[in-house]
T-cell receptor, first 113, second 117 residues
Framework: SQKIEQNSEALNIQEGKTATLTCNYTNYSPAYLQWYRQDPGRGPVFLLLIRENEKEKRKERLKVTFDTTLKQSLFHITASQPADSATYLCALLGEGGYQKVTFGTGTKLQVIP | GAVVSQHPSWVICKSGTSVKIECRSLDFQATTMFWYRQFPKQSLMLMAT?????????EQGVEKDKFLINHASLTLSTLTVTSAHPEDSSFYIC?????????????FGPGTRLLVL
């Protein structure tokens, strides 16, 4: 069965350091991979999308890599700030129709001042 | 940017009653809207996909007679939880895909927290 795993349930990091979150998937051939931020009691907010033929994408302090051979995506937040504290979800699109999104379990990031 | 709203943001109801949740795309038309459910400390699980003017497509294990979805216009989809029970208590989130946008683009609403007593 399809499975999406994010490396850890929670990740604590010191302010100013780079946070790296991992998303691994099995039994899936996504056309796109997305990363979302979700704050408590709120809906997900879209951050970045990367296509299957792209290796890396950047947006300000965010960087995403996508390795379809390893079936893995890495999400980096450089110069992390306490305001970056949230749960980050990876999501795959492609199977079952491009619009159908399958979410990972999420990683709760805590940036410590 | 594209905004999706949900109403109500939270609702408490008695067991056995029905609850309607609205999802609106405020500044764009959405041919497709999605309904998700999220239990505490778990990820979002897709419940159903609704296309304007047609019947919703439900994911495996989701009872279509219990979770009624209506997508009456390009800006409004509703989810009705019929005869709600405590196990239906959850966070319900909708998303909308713009009619004119890329297929992979979805905008999420803020969610509706349902508590069934």
């Amino acid at each position: 069965s399809q499975k999406i795993e994010q490396n850890s349930e929670a990740l604590n990091i010191q302010e100013g350091k780079t946070a790296t979150l991992t998303c691994n998937y099995t039994n899936y051939s996504p056309a796109y991979l997305q990363w979302y931020r979700q704050d408590p009691g709120r809906g997900p907010v879209f951050l970045l999308l990367i296509r299957e033929n792209e290796k890396e994408k950047r947006k300000e302090r965010l960087k995403v890599t996508f390795d379809t051979t390893l079936k893995q995506s890495l999400f980096h937040i450089t110069a992390s700030q306490p305001a970056d504290s949230a749960t980050y979800l990876c999501a795959l699109l492609g199977e079952g129709g491009y619009q159908k999104v399958t979410f990972g379990t999420g990683t709760k990031l805590q940036v410590i001042p | 940017g594209a905004v999706v709203s949900q109403h109500p943001s939270w609702v408490i109801c008695k067991s056995g009653t029905s609850v309607k949740i609205e999802c609106r795309s405020l500044d764009f038309q959405a041919t497709t809207m999605f309904w998700y459910r999220q239990f505490p400390k778990q990820s979002l699980m897709l419940m159903a996909t609704s296309n304007e003017g047609s019947k919703a497509t439900y994911e495996q294990g989701v009872e279509k007679d219990k979770f009624l979805i209506n997508h009456a216009s390009l800006t409004l989809s509703t989810l009705t939880v019929t005869s709600a029970h405590p196990e239906d208590s959850s966070f319900y989130i909708c998303s909308a895909s713009p009619a004119s946008g890329a297929q992979e683009t979805q905008y999420f609403g803020p969610g509706t927290r349902l508590l069934v007593l």
